[in-house]
């Protein structure tokens, strides 16, 4: 089991920045990959950034370049830094560890509770 809680969201004007934070425990944090979805009101829920054990990540085109996933696994945690955000950008954040990656048959997910970022001025 691992418990996910995200931290960080809220309200923020275009152009502005936020960092998420996930915090989690139950598991061998540096063997899991660490990812964040989103989920717009009306839409389906999507990967936007993901960072593995060895420290590679990989974003969705639609966040590239503004934000930066990132880990300390001394401190089980995942971050979210987010730049030049944009009204879009609005959703419910969540918070994803896929633990076993080392071994594709048994990787198992598990999420956070969410939080909600709102971009508006």
């Known amino acids: 089991q691992v418990q996910l809680v995200e931290s960080g969201g809220g309200l923020v004007q275009p152009g502005g920045s936020l960092r998420l934070s996930c915090a989690a425990a139950?598991?061998?944090?540096?063997?899991?990959?660490m990812a964040w979805y989103r989920q717009a009101p009306g839409k389906q829920r999507e990967l936007i950034a993901i960072?593995?054990?060895?420290?590679?990540?990989n974003y969705a085109e639609s966040v590239k370049d503004r934000f930066t996933i990132s880990r300390n696994n001394a401190k089980n945690t995942a971050y979210l830094q987010m730049n030049s955000l944009k009204p879009e950008d609005t959703a419910v954040y969540y918070c994803?560890?896929?633990?076993?990656?080392?071994?594709?048959?048994?990787?198992?997910?598990?999420w956070g509770k969410g939080t909600l970022v709102t971009v508006s001025s």
């Open positions: 139950g598991s061998a944090f540096s063997g899991n990959a």
């Open positions: 960072i593995i054990p060895g420290g590679s990540t």
């Open positions: 994803n560890a896929k633990t076993n990656w080392g071994s594709p048959l048994y990787v198992m997910d598990y």
